[in-house]
Nanobody, 126 residues
């Protein structure tokens, strides 16, 4: 079993930055694809970003490309999401997710992940 705990959320003005962290425990995540998803009020949870085992490949939803950066430190069993130029529409609960399947290719679908954190709130004021 893997436990994921997100941190780093908060309230920020539009144009500001936040860095989310996802600390894993229970097992090493060095061979897990890791992803970030978000859920805004009244909306379904959506894919934000994902990163391959080594960190060599990253994927982003179009709305965050050029503003968000996903990274990982396998030695620390931690994944990060650096969010710059934040917009009010980025307001959501952000979830970290882990895919323990043998596939090294990140998935953009919720069903591709089997471990989830509890989420951290990000609120961007205009």
């Amino acid at each position: 079993q893997v436990q994921l705990v997100e941190s780093g959320g908060g309230l920020v003005q539009a144009g500001g930055s936040l860095r989310l962290s996802c600390a894993a425990s229970g097992r090493t995540i060095s061979r897990y694809v890791m992803g970030w998803f978000r859920q805004a009020p009244g909306k379904e949870r959506e894919f934000v970003a994902a990163i391959s085992w080594s960190g060599g490949s990253t994927y982003y939803t179009d709305s965050v490309k050029g503003r968000f950066t996903i990274s990982r430190n396998n030695a620390k069993n931690t994944v990060y999401l650096q969010m710059n130029s934040l917009k009010p529409e980025d307001t959501a609960v952000y979830y970290c997710a882990a895919d323990s399947s043998p596939s090294p290719i990140p998935s953009t679908w919720e069903d591709g992940y089997d471990y989830w954190g509890q989420g951290t709130q990000v609120t961007v004021s205009s």
